[in-house]
């Protein structure tokens, strides 16, 4: 059965954090494929108007290039109108009914996930991956007990450890990893492009930055 994972975004830019943490679950969960989706624009982001939806996708898969097991998916591009990930989810499930899939959320995403549309739908129809951060707190009371029986904590686990937890998993779970331990910001990275601070290219591909300089995004 192949194993994907998906991890919808708004990737505005796509920093070295999100190839980081595309890699490590390949290796962690024995991914086949790892799968980015950006979002035309995050419904639960509507303060703030993203770059255009054709330059995150360039971007990423200028990133990606080279990557033989990461793409790019322009399944939320392609309908606009339809950016819930229960959509999103429901219609991958359809298309590829014999494969695993996981879908990956930040720290972020995990402690506002009852503001999502279907949210307990979300969590129940796929494989989760819940990627934590060193400034969010993962807590749990927020989620239904139903929910929270398919909680598989991986944290402070070793590989083999955590790869003994998850080949004795036949049920789809819930499981919260601290494999990827960085910090890293796209707030932060487009402040720094503002502000003309060039400390910024250390943050994101040197595709990515290549991009951004020609096409002056950000400032």
């Known amino acids: 059965m192949k194993r994907i994972a998906f ?29 980015f989706i950006p979002a035309f624009h995050a419904p639960h982001k509507k303060n703030r108007k993203p770059t255009s939806a054709f330059h995150r996708f360039a971007m990423l898969s200028a990133a990606t290039n080279k990557e033989q097991k990461i ?8 309908a606009p109108e339809k950016p819930f990930t229960i959509e999103t989810q429901t219609r991958l499930k359809n298309e590829m009914p014999d494969a695993q899939i996981f879908f990956v959320i930040g720290a972020d995403s995990w402690v ?5 549309r279907e949210w307990k739908s979300v969590l129940m129809l796929t494989n989760i991956i819940v990627i934590t951060r060193p400034d969010y707190e993962i807590g749990f009371s927020h989620v ?4 929270k029986s398919r909680i598989a904590d991986l944290r402070n686990k070793g590989q083999e ?25 796209a707030t932060e990275i487009r402040r720094r492009i503002r502000d003309d601070d060039g400390g910024w290219r250390k943050f994101v591909p040197g595709e990515v930055a290549n991009y951004i300089k020609k096409y002056e995004l950000y400032i």
């Open 112 to 116: 506002e996930i009852t503001t999502w």
């Open 161 to 185: 450890e955590s790869e003994d937890i998850r080949l004795k998993t036949k049920d789809q779970k819930i499981y919260i990893t601290d494999v990827v331990n960085l910090d890293v910001s």
């Open 71 to 78: 793409k790019v998916s322009t399944a939320e591009l392609d």
């Open 144 to 147: 239904t007990e139903e929910i």
């Open 7 to 35: 991890y919808g975004g708004s990737f505005d830019p796509p920093h070295i954090g999100h190839l980081t943490i595309a890699r490590k679950l390949i290796d962690l969960f024995a991914l086949d494929e790892f799968v």
